[in-house]
């Protein structure tokens, strides 16, 4: 049989602009490495000057990307440039570059090595890059093991500490354990269609054309497995374990780092699955499926949202208060994706991306090198010591229990109201029962969020405390967050119409990429 | 960029100001000096707010009973949310008694040497969130300043506050989130409800006096209705939602029960005209017995527990829940007398109970401590103090000639002649609470500034100085002049009050006449 190549590369697609973004965060992960060999002197401030340079490059080259979007294939589709995969990226090399500038500060006052650990923020964007662009299982696979496998190192970076071994070995095992499952799912969903790519998936579960006999039983396993090895990986109830030992032993940032970044990306790749891939209304088996897993991610979303925030009101340690607490805020989007709509969840994991790392960027700072001062009762009174620190993190604390005009609020405002209008669409109830149990844990939640203001603000101060320095990286990071926040908060327009943009045709998207 | 706009803002500007101040003029001064310059830089902020609120009320046509001076701008466009502002006769006397009174309370916090900064930063943020709350003429917008209020009085009790000030800051917070998350979830069920596209109050309240009932049933109507005067309710507030009130005003500093008690408060009965009389007046005249009622229990009772209080600043605390239970009677009488009663009552109070947490203040200022049986015989070595606080006392317990009396004689009148059901009965027991309010401020008064001077330290107290004379002169004026000239007042509000009213008259005949079919 002869194959014609130019036809077969015609119709694979070998748009390189497609992958610009992975591309250029991983080449930059490259030469960073080789920065860290060159200049063994200066290795922190090259590697990081590096690392800042290429994410900003890849930012620009996503807002480059930007009007072109639309739902083009590119790779045989395996690759795709639709909102979805702009909107999470964005967030994804935001948290990245946030990231990056703490870590100027955190390498340097720990004494750790310095150029690795750009290296390995630069090769988990490019892995978390892949996994929103991804339109196959295949990427999927591979850009969530390039995101993983780089953010366990991250997690146990401080070697000789044994929390963060501990931390890391945790998080390692369990999240090998979950990407079993994921594969495993992936399988089953594979020998059932007969495809890995979503598109293709879909249209096999809306013809009804599976791969074989019976094949609707291990089309389920497999949605199943997926199901539960997404849901560890954004720490949803019941697979939420693990969240609050790992993020109490990483380090500071690397804690806002997994908590944000990565975890937004395994968002982006969790919703195409199931709400391009297994939502295929009209048919029968579409319908089941579809049914199926979202009863079941609408009885998680509500126990991820409760049990977060539950939990979170008894927790003496910072770090667990927050980890509780983007467990909960997990529950809050998976009620966003319920709805099948991107743009208020994206909008929302923005939102809770810069509160969640201006927040642990504050903490860091109060935890002084090597953690030691993790505890809410460490925060004793040093509210008006360090105002700048402290407002900021009230503030924070403030936009995540929802209170206006901070970017909190509008996030939660959208997601409810999406939340509701898909269910006047669909009109089934089930929606609108979950905007309520995620009010009622809104109002939870506000008790929590003011405790450590109240301990900051209203103790007494404990003797013996030294103002930290802050470095101009760190107050470049808050002073982003910060203005982020309320921006958000209050201009909410823009990024929403960008993250909203209705998808062009092929044809418009290939004339603006000219 | 109208005066609103400006007024609005004015605070927020200067709180920035201040912010930059401390962070890059600060120089090396010594703090007590750089204190003072941010206790004159906040004085002159609030002043000029004051002034620039002036034009608003020149430019005011008071036979208009709509929305005045309207500032529309998109702003949240994919929400149909807008910057939409202007007064009309129900808020523009309380932008003026807001900007009256921070002048007023900055004076007040002269003594405050924590975080003066801070402090002041707060306040700020403060007015400009009370100020964004009467203007509003979108709900979304509301609900923003609604919220934006409750963060620097939580910071003002928290860390100025006394003793148990965290048990009170947390308790306001808690209680006050509650009312008004309930509050948002009744604001988004009404944008759906009107159509999903505006939360513009004017229209929504157009559109709703129009076809209220074919969009939506009366269970849903209710629903709405307590969401909204819940949040309100607690804010008033009234009984039995009162108990973080008292705790609160004892623990705030000065300044910050004064604006409690004389604007805080005043957001949750405007509220209750703003949103749920012309929302919903057939719920509201259905439910308008039960909130009498309520209204009745708190004035008897706050006037009851004032009565046996140790310390006068959780006397002056109870006495509020009597009074605001005397603006809710008015409101929720439906009579035009009752209605303009109960807004005046709102200013009245706003002045002479502003004016009596002050008057706490002073003493305790030089005595540190605010118990009724360490004082006595203060009329010797305090005459000028004596006189203001005997005015002043006579104001709140509705003395003719002076402001209290108007609110509740037209409270009362309004009340006696509404056609709520028992509404002559809840005029006798109101009249009741009339009252038990002389009994415990003039024994409250007996007590502090008559008979002999038991505890020697008395006898030294300083009179007032200039500065305390400024912050209170002004008051007793105007509680004097709202006294004996009421009509100045009671014009503005007029055209808007009677509008208020005919909304909720029409629509309960109807229901009448429903009924009777």
């Avoid at chain 1, 697609?13 to 860290?36: K, S």
């Avoid at chain 1, 909102?83 to 703490?102: E, G, H, K, P």
């Avoid at chain 1, 070995?169 to 790519?197: E, Q």
């Avoid at chain 2, 500007?13 to 401390?22: E, I, Y």
Wanted: net charge neutral; proline share 4%.
């Amino acid at each position: 049989m002869q194959v014609d190549t130019s036809s077969l590369l015609n119709s694979l697609n070998l748009d390189y602009r497609a992958i610009l973004p992975e591309t250029i965060a991983a080449v930059t992960g490259v030469v960073c490495m080789l920065t860290d060999a060159l200049f063994s002197k200066n290795a922190r401030k090259a590697c990081s000057t590096v690392a800042i340079i290429g994410l900003v490059l890849t930012l620009l080259s996503l807002f480059w990307l930007w009007p072109s979007a639309s739902a083009t294939n590119a790779y045989g589709g395996m690759v795709v440039n639709d909102q979805l995969r702009l909107s999470f990226s964005f967030i994804t090399v935001l948290a990245s570059l946030v990231a990056v500038l703490l870590a100027i500060q955190f390498v340097r006052d720990e004494g750790l090595p310095q150029g690795e650990f750009f290296t390995l923020i630069l090769f988990a964007t490019a892995g978390g890059l892949l996994l929103c662009a991804a339109n196959d299982l295949v990427t999927i696979f591979l850009g969530l093991e390039i995101a993983s496998i780089t953010t366990y190192v991250l997690a146990g970076y401080r070697r000789g500490d044994a929390r963060a071994a501990e931390s890391s070995l945790k998080y390692f095992l369990l999240g090998a354990f979950s990407t079993a499952f994921l594969l495993y799912g992936m399988a089953l969903v594979y020998g059932a269609t007969g495809k890995t790519n979503l598109t293709a998936i879909q249209q096999v579960i809306a013809s009804d054309t599976l791969a074989f006999e019976g094949a609707r039983g291990v089309l389920l396993v497999g949605a199943a497995m997926l199901l539960v090895g997404f849901g560890f990986k954004i720490a949803s109830a019941p697979f939420h374990l693990w969240t609050p030992d790992v993020y109490e032993g990483a380090p500071t940032l690397v804690t806002g780092f997994m908590a944000t970044g990565p975890k937004a990306a395994v968002f982006a790749a969790f919703l195409r699955v199931f709400t391009i891939g297994f939502t295929a209304p009209g048919a029968a088996l579409g319908d089941g499926l579809h049914h199926t897993w979202f009863t079941t991610l609408a009885v998680i979303a509500v126990l991820t949202m409760t049990i977060g925030n539950v939990i979170a009101i008894a927790q003496k340690n910072i770090k667990r208060l927050l980890a509780y607490s983007s467990i909960a805020h997990a529950g809050y989007a998976l009620l966003g994706f319920l709805t099948g709509e991107f743009a208020s969840v994206a909008f929302y994991m923005l939102t809770y991306t810069l509160m969640t790392l201006g927040a642990f960027a504050v903490i860091q700072m109060f935890a002084r090198p090597g953690d030691e001062k993790t505890e809410i009762n460490d925060l004793a009174g040093i509210g008006f010591e360090s105002p700048g620190l402290s407002f900021s993190l009230a503030i924070f604390l403030l936009s995540m229990a929802g209170v206006p005009p901070m970017a909190g609020f509008i996030g939660k405002f959208f997601l409810f109201k999406s939340a509701w209008d898909a269910s006047n669409q669909s009109g089934s109830g089930i929606l609108k029962w979950l905007v309520v149990a995620a009010v009622l844990n809104s109002i939870v939640s506000v008790y929590y969020y003011l405790y450590p203001i109240v301990v900051m603000f209203f103790r007494p101060l404990a003797p013996g405390y030294r103002k930290p320095q802050v470095g101009f990286a760190v107050t470049a990071v808050l002073l982003l967050t910060l203005l982020g926040t309320f921006y958000l908060g209050l201009l909410p327009n823009r990024v929403l119409n960008a993250f909203n943009m209705p998808v062009k045709t092929v044809q418009q998207a290939q004339a603006a990429l000219k | 960029m109208n005066w609103i706009t400006i007024t609005t803002f004015l605070p927020l500007l200067g709180a920035v100001a201040l912010l930059l101040h401390g962070m890059f003029w600060s120089g090396k001064r010594e703090q007590e000096r750089l204190d003072n310059e941010y206790r004159w830089l906040t004085l002159l902020i609030t002043l000029v707010t004051f002034v620039a609120s002036i034009p608003i009320l020149l430019n005011f046509n008071s036979a208009q009973a709509g929305p005045q001076m309207v500032t529309k701008l998109s702003w949240i466009t994919s929400l149909g949310v807008s910057y939409h502002t202007g007064v009309d006769g129900l808020s523009i006397w309380l932008v003026l008694l807001t900007t009256f009174l921070m002048p007023i309370s900055i004076l007040a916090s002269w003594h405050v040497h924590k975080r003066v900064r801070e402090y002041m930063i707060f306040l700020l943020i403060l007015e400009t969130g009370m100020l964004g709350v009467f203007v509003s003429l979108d709900m979304f917008l509301f609900y923003l300043f609604f919220e934006i209020t409750l963060i620097p009085m939580y910071f003002l009790i928290g860390v100025w506050g006394g003793e148990r000030r965290i048990y009170a800051a947390v308790k306001f917070f808690i209680y006050t989130v509650v009312g008004s998350l309930l509050m948002l979830v009744a604001i988004i069920a009404v944008y759906y409800i009107n159509g999903g596209t505006t939360f513009d109050i004017v229209e929504i309240t157009n559109n709703f006096s129009a076809n209220r009932n074919t969009l939506m049933s009366v269970p849903v109507q209710r629903m709405l209705w307590f969401a909204f005067a819940l949040a309100f309710l607690i804010k008033v507030p009234l009984w039995p939602l009162h108990t973080w009130l008292p705790d609160a005003h004892v623990e705030a500093p000065t300044a910050g029960s004064i604006i409690l008690a004389g604007v805080l408060l005043k957001m949750g009965t405007y509220g209750l005209m703003r949103f749920n009389l012309p929302l919903f007046p057939e719920i509201s005249r259905e439910a308008a017995p039960i909130v009498m009622t309520l209204a009745v229990i708190g004035i008897i009772y706050g006037a009851l527990v004032a009565m046996v209080q140790p310390d006068m600043k959780k006397l002056v605390a109870y006495s509020s829940v009597s009074h605001l239970g005397f603006v809710v009677l008015g409101i929720f009488s439906f009579t035009e007398l009752g209605l303009q009663g109960a807004l005046y009552q709102m200013l009245a109070h706003g002045i002479s109970t502003g004016a009596l947490f002050y008057c706490v203040g002073i003493v305790y200022e030089r005595r540190h401590t605010r118990l009724i049986d360490d004082y006595g015989g203060l009329a010797t070595p305090m005459p000028q103090y004596s006189t203001i606080f005997i005015i002043v006392s006579l104001a709140s317990l509705g003395l003719p000639l002076l402001n209290g009396f108007i609110g509740e004689f037209l409270i009362l009148i309004g009340t006696f002649t509404s056609d709520v059901p028992y509404a002559k009965l809840f005029t006798v027991l109101a009249g009741v609470g009339v009252i038990l309010s002389a009994v415990y401020l003039l024994w409250m008064l007996q007590r502090v500034l008559f008979g002999e001077t038991t505890n020697e330290e008395n006898a030294e107290l300083e009179d007032l100085d200039r500065r305390e004379l400024f912050g209170l002169v002004p008051l007793v004026i105007l509680a004097v002049v709202m006294g004996v000239q009421p009509m100045r007042f009671l014009n503005e509000t007029k055209a808007t009050i009677s509008a208020i009213k005919q909304q909720v008259e029409i629509k309960g005949a109807a229901k009448v006449e429903r009924a009777a079919k």
